[in-house]
T-cell receptor, first 116, second 113 residues
Framework: QQQVKQSPQSLIVQKGGISIINCAYE??????FPWYQQFPGKGPALLIA?????SEKKEGRFTISFNKSAKQFSLHIMDSQPGDSATYFC???????????????FGKGTKLSVIP | EAQVTQNPRYLITVTGKKLTVTCSQN?????MSWYRQDPGLGLRQIYY???????DKGDVPEGYKVSRKEKRNFPLILESPSPNQTSLYFC????????????FGSGTRLTVV
């Protein structure tokens, strides 16, 4: 069964610094790697995702980098702010019994704390 | 507003008393899934459903049941809850096709005493 290994488990970053979270996958149905952000007391929400044939996706201060040969992808948060303090989950798509559909396998999450 | 609605948000119950957590989505999504979230263990999938009347076990299905009689609803049933089912539960749904992420509900905090 597909596993997605996410590191680190927790991360403390000074305000204005760069937060980096890494994920590695074993297999994937196709190259689509979303990241979810979860604030305390809330459900995870889609933050940013990268699609096939793209090695980097940037949205504001958030960037996904993808290394297909290494089967790794990472989330970079530039100029980290206290409001970014949350738990982040990476995910990779796994084929559903070869039926042409898929579901996401999630990493275990990274708790990010940005201190002033 | 497009959303996944879970009820109740908080629930305290006693061991062995059957309960149901409801999940409803208004986006006409075919795929729905239940997860439990525990500290250090991330999101673990309980059951999922690819479509009406099509359900399958996830990674931690023991002690849970589901049903999918209509596309919009996917209730989670605990026939005889035990303290080890104390957890934070999330329902999620997804649009058919590739490159679509999940929409999660706001969660149900369950405590079994």
């Amino acid at each position: 069964q597909q596993q997605v290994k996410q590191s680190p488990q927790s991360l403390i970053v000074q305000k204005g610094g760069i937060s980096i979270i890494n994920c590695a996958y074993e297999n994937t149905a196709f190259d689509y790697f979303p990241w979810y952000q979860q604030f305390p007391g809330k459900g995870p929400a889609l933050l940013i995702a990268i699609r096939p044939d793209v090695s980097e996706k940037k949205e504001g201060r958030f960037t996904i980098s993808f290394n297909k040969s290494a089967k790794q992808f990472s989330l970079h948060i530039m100029d980290s702010q206290p409001g970014d303090s949350a738990t982040y989950f990476c995910a990779a798509p796994t084929l559903y019994k070869g039926a042409g559909s898929y579901q996401l396998t999630f990493g275990k999450g990274t708790k990010l704390s940005v201190i002033p | 507003e497009a959303q996944v609605t879970q009820n109740p948000r908080y629930l305290i119950t006693v061991t062995g008393k059957k309960l149901t957590v409801t999940c409803s989505q208004n986006m006409n999504h075919e795929y729905m899934s239940w997860y439990r979230q525990d500290p250090g263990l991330g999101l673990r999938q309980i059951y999922y459903s690819m479509n009406v009347e099509v359900t399958d076990k996830g990674d931690v299905p023991e002690g849970y049941k589901v049903s999918r009689k209509e596309k919009r609803n996917f209730p989670l049933i605990l026939e005889s809850p035990s303290p080890n089912q104390t957890s934070l539960y999330f329902c999620a749904s997804r649009q058919t096709g590739t490159f679509h992420g999940y929409t999660f509900g706001s969660g149900t905090r369950l405590t079994v005493v």
